[in-house]
């Protein structure tokens, strides 16, 4: 019989007064536990979300936990699984999020970017070892549709296109520049680093990490930035009760990978003229 179970999120955005450091260890802890429990002698997998979509808001977990996560998937034999339709084909700046911890999954799943928006397409990826595993047990692995030819000539282009044009420098600039656009405009936010990549909570020098705060749910904070930025010109995705399923609000921006000098600022434009419309 094949079971599974969950574990809690290790997001960096909530506990924070608990320190990331701290909270990493507990959460990688948590996961070991349940590998560990009684009538668990084999693992199969552990499968994760790197970046999640809409639901928490592109919420990153904290530094070092997948890293950890990799660890103890090699100690007890069992393959990570990273979800990458989000974060993965340049969507984080490099061509996977993992790419920025130093480690890979033995399976991972894009989609999304692969036909860059023309066409709805994914993909899975495994490593040699799992590959030559298969062969060897069952032979070649077999898999596809019909109909499948120009999805596939798609996704072949778009890869071609990232490796060969650079797409994803242009996309650490446009970061960088939305990034101080955003604060020039806005102040000091709780958030950085787009896109993609998601809120990264931080606080001054000298004072405690608090959990950050949130608008009242009957106020439905996020569909009226949505509104409002559709008004201006601008389309964001909203998404409400983030943290329990009632209270939170965010809003996530997905600019593209080619963009130009003038679009750090409209975007910020627009977005400032969303949230001066709720005062």
């Not at 999640?52 to 990570?80: K, N, Q, S, W």
């Amino acid at each position: 019989m094949i079971e599974t179970s969950l574990i809690a999120p290790c997001v960096a955005y909530r506990g924070r007064a608990e320190g990331e450091a701290a909270r990493g260890q507990r959460m990688t802890g948590e996961l070991e536990t349940g590998i560990e429990r009684p009538g668990s002698e084999t693992v199969m997998a552990v499968a994760a979300e790197q970046v999640p979509g809409a639901t928490p808001g592109a919420v990153p977990a904290v530094p070092g936990y997948f890293r950890r996560t990799r660890e103890i998937c090699d100690c007890h034999g069992g393959l990570p699984i990273l979800d990458k339709r989000i974060c993965g084909m340049g969507r984080t700046e490099t061509p996977f999020a993992c790419d920025q911890h130093g480690i890979a999954p033995d399976i991972a799943a894009i989609a999304k970017g692969l036909g860059a928006g023309s066409q709805p397409v994914g993909a899975m990826l495994r490593t040699a070892r799992l590959q030559n595993a298969n062969e060897a047990s069952s032979g070649p692995f077999l898999h596809g549709h019909t109909h499948m030819g120009h999805p596939t000539a798609a996704a072949l282009t778009v890869l071609t296109r990232l490796a060969r044009d650079g797409p994803l420098t242009r996309a650490q600039i446009m970061s960088e520049r939305l990034e101080a656009a955003l604060r020039a405009a806005l102040g000091e936010l709780p958030c950085r680093r787009h896109p993609r990549r998601g809120p990264v909570s931080r606080h001054r020098a000298g004072q405690r990490p608090r959990q950050p705060p949130h608008f009242p749910p009957e106020r439905r904070t996020h569909a009226r930035i949505e509104i409002a930025a559709f008004e201006a010109g601008r389309l964001c995705h909203p998404m409400g009760g983030t943290i329990d399923g009632r209270q939170g609000d965010q809003v996530l921006l997905a600019p593209s990978l080619t963009p130009d000098g003038t679009h750090a600022l409209e975007i910020t434009d627009k977005l400032q003229f969303a949230l001066t419309a709720l005062r």
